[in-house]
């Protein structure tokens, strides 16, 4: 049956499939309630936020069993209707509840019904009379003298966020130095106290284009105000940064916005200060490591126009804009573009969806392009620009394979490799060394009895932290004091198994005593503000071996290393991830580029037992399009994505048979659904079966249209949240699932 009322249709954040009607709180007139606001419902026993997507006047609900809303919380839709639309797709697409779409699109304060206000923001310079004091004379006071050393190195003042990037809990130190009468606060007027700052800094002036480089912001220029979709193409070092600044120059002449998003890992303050000394303008900057307030604040001026660009990480690609302009994203290969929990979204598709629907143009940048990306310039989807020199004098760097095969290796560093370390570092150049495994040692051994020290959560070894004394489970964050005797036999000869950074950096320490080391890894920069003191160190040439895992592969410019080493090649080369290969090459071709970037040439060597292997012999002979031609060829060939669409759906529970069982329930629904051209493989347990105390498993669904995936996966949800046992499992679905673990 059905009613004519007015009825207010709310997404509300909530695993349910739906949206739900309300009737209009009394005092309010419907008519002037526009899609897009917020509105406080009662849900269940509780009460929450939603958003209004529709004013209809039918409803399925009987009359009787309607509640009313309680509150409309905005005059104005806070949510423009693009962005409506945009969450709508992404809804669709990814078969995710709207509410939960809407609740990650939203700022935590304004999800908890907060007024999108700029709330005033403040930052902290010296006074003249703590600019005589001299940090290094409060030796009884290392706190102060250290907080004293950050605010006189920033005569234009720091921030909350930046000043915890300098220390930790700063806030009562930086009390007593106000006390003292040697800092003192400032309101900001804007989010960067930087853009407000006195302008000594002159805009930078803009870097002469190369041909290539011209090219490809004329052609991007000539897009502006149209939907078209760029890869930027370029190897490292070539100047895509200077084709971003050149495009964002033009973007702005024209009185539009530009949003900038970057991988998580590359969002670091050399990249903000390189955008700020060109622009002297507002910038608003989203990344995990602000707070609250400060997420607020951009995302208004960013939707009011305050903020000209728009810097972020992934779910900085719902910033709202008042006058979109362009989107760019750098490395667009990166994995952190996909979210691997909740609403899973690939930040590069959504982009890409998003200046489809706002007819602006969209640019994906990398030097090592993934291989959906080529598929989509092969297709004609995208339009390639290529940029196949380095810009500047340096030239690229010569990649070879360091066969380790006989070789004696002190570990996991071969004799050849040590000597080439040496001959650089004689030079007084960098080296850079990476290994893709953190902590001292993945597995410990009793000598005596042959037990291994297992998570108790997980099918996994413990790994060996030697600094910290500890057992870690780099699966779950378990952690436990490291064993002084085996727990079986009581022996005390454990061994540690295998190679992490720390115990590549004790090697080197005794290798190259006097030799300053850097190690950045997830271990070495948990506190805030260390990655920045270590790759300052780098970066000044302090340290001459830096070595780390994938967060040292990426985006940093160092010039002056000259030999970039990869210790373990072959982790990458045997895996059953069908995209293994593909990361495997763009990490080589990452490490490589860190390498020979300014006047010095630079030289890149990969240990290896498998100098021959076809697929790395064809990256180190042709380059990385020879070898993605080929990766795309053999995916061609089995059928894999790009050529066919993946969906999987896992589930998990306590029990080892509540996910097979549910997932056995799910197919078979999925089968009497009849349809042709999707294909369902599994259910199987997942790669690693246990993780977290849960037992896991996963069943894929393939295929070749995505038209017919989409088809079944609209049909199949609603069966599944039908199935008796479907509360005993935690279940969700990934669509265009990056990772099969
Ligand atoms: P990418 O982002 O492609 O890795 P960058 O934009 O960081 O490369 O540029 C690498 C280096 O080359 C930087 O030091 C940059 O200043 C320099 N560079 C870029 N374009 C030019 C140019 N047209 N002329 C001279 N140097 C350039
Ligand atoms: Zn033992
Ligand atoms: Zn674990």
Redesign the pocket.
């Known amino acids: 049956m059905s009613n004519h009322i007015t009825i207010l249709r709310v997404a509300v954040p909530s695993p349910l499939y739906c949206n739900f009607d309300y009737l209009p709180p009394a005092e309010y007139n419907p008519a002037t309630l526009l899609p897009g606001v917020r509105v406080r419902v009662p849900f269940g026993k509780t009460k929450t936020i939603g958003i209004l997507v529709e004013v209809v006047l039918h409803t399925t609900v009987e009359h009787s069993r309607l509640k009313t809303a309680l509150e409309v919380l905005d005059k104005q839709p806070l949510l423009s209707t693009d962005l409506l639309q945009l969450a709508q797709w992404a809804s669709n697409y990814y078969h995710h509840p709207l509410g939960e779409v809407f609740a990650s699109m939203l700022p935590t304060l304004l999800r908890s019904g907060k007024t999108p206000e700029i709330k005033r923001l403040y930052h902290w310079v010296l006074t003249p009379q703590g600019t005589t004091i001299a940090p290094e004379t409060l030796t009884r006071a290392p706190r102060q003298a250290a907080l004293m050393a950050v605010l006189s190195a920033h005569p234009e003042g720091l921030n909350s966020t930046q000043l915890s990037q300098h220390t930790d809990n700063w806030q009562g130190t930086l009390r007593t130095l106000i006390n003292k009468g040697w800092a003192h606060t400032v309101q900001t007027a804007s989010h960067s106290p930087r853009a407000t700052a006195p302008a000594n800094n002159a805009n930078e002036q803009r870097?002469?284009?190369?041909t290539p480089?011209q090219e490809a912001v004329t052609a991007i220029g000539d897009a502006l105000g149209n939907f078209r979709s760029f890869l930027l193409d370029?190897?490292?070092?070539?100047?895509?940064?200077?084709?971003?600044?050149q495009i964002i120059e033009k973007t702005l002449a024209c009185g539009l916005q530009a949003l900038v998003l970057v991988p998580e890992i590359g969002l670091t303050p050399q990249l903000i200060e390189?955008f700020q000394r060109r622009f002297n303008l507002p910038l608003a900057v989203l990344h995990s490591g602000i707070s609250d307030r400060e997420r607020l604040s951009a995302w208004v001026m960013a939707r009011s126009g305050q903020a000209s660009i728009i810097i972020g990480t992934r779910s900085a690609v719902f910033t709202p804009l008042h006058d979109p302009g362009v989107i760019i994203i750098?490395e667009e290969h990166d994995t952190s573009f996909k979210q691997q929990d909740g609403f899973r979204y690939s930040a590069r598709d959504v982009a890409v969806m998003r200046a489809h629907q706002i007819n602006i143009p969209v640019i994906l940048?990398s030097?090592t392009p993934s291989l959906e990306s080529l598929h989509n310039v092969n297709s004609g989807r995208y339009h390639s620009l290529k940029?196949p020199e380095?810009?500047?004098?340096?030239m690229r760097p010569s990649i070879e394979t360091l066969d380790v095969r006989h070789q004696p290796m002190d570990n996991n560093l071969s004799q050849p490799l040590l000597t080439l370390i040496a001959r650089h570092l004689a030079q007084h150049n960098q080296v850079l060394l990476f290994l893709n495994r953190r902590g001292y040692a993945p597995t410990l051994l009793c000598h005596d009895c042959g037990w291994v020290a297992e998570c108790r959560r997980c099918d996994a070894h413990l790994t060996l932290h030697q600094g910290s004394r500890l057992l870690q489970c780099h699966h779950c964050g378990t952690q436990r004091p490291l064993d002084k005797q085996c727990p079986a036999c009581k022996s005390a000869d454990l061994r540690a198994l295998g190679h992490g950074t720390e115990r590549i950096e004790d090697a080197l320490k005794i290798k190259f005593p006097g030799t300053l080391i850097t190690r950045i890894d997830r271990d070495s920069t948990r506190h805030k503000g260390a990655l920045q003191i270590l790759l300052d160190s780098a970066h000044s040439g302090a340290s001459q071996i830096l070595l780390g895992t994938q967060m040292l592969a990426k985006?940093h410019?160092f010039?002056d290393v000259t030999l970039a080493g990869i210790l373990d090649t072959d982790q990458g080369l045997f895996s059953n991830d069908f995209r293994a290969s593909e990361r495997m090459a763009q990490l080589i071709v990452q490490v490589a580029?860190r390498a020979g970037?300014?006047e010095k040439p630079g030289q890149v060597v990969l240990q290896t037992h498998h100098p021959d292997h076809p697929l790395l012999q064809l990256l180190l002979t042709q380059g990385y399009h020879r070898f993605a031609d080929a990766a795309l060829q053999e995916r061609c060939e089995a059928g894999l994505p790009p050529y066919t669409t993946l969906a999987l759906l896992r589930a998990e529970a306590s029990h080892r048979e509540y996910p097979q069982q549910f997932l056995n329930q799910a197919r078979d629904i999925a089968q009497s659904l009849n349809l042709v051209g999707v294909e369902l493989l599994g259910p199987v347990p997942a790669p690693m079966e246990k993780r977290a105390g849960y037992y896991r498993a996963h069943l894929l669904v393939q295929a070749t249209r995505r038209s017919d995936l989409h088809h079944l996966l609209s049909l199949w949800l609603p069966g599944l949240k039908k199935i008796p046992g479907q509360r005993k499992v935690r279940w969700s679905l990934d669509v265009d699932p990056t990772e099969m673990i």
């Open positions: 870097l002469a284009l190369n480089q370029g190897v490292t070092g070539s100047g895509k940064t200077e084709v971003y600044l390189r750098d940048g030097a940029l380095r810009a500047g004098n340096a985006g410019h010039p580029g970037r300014a």
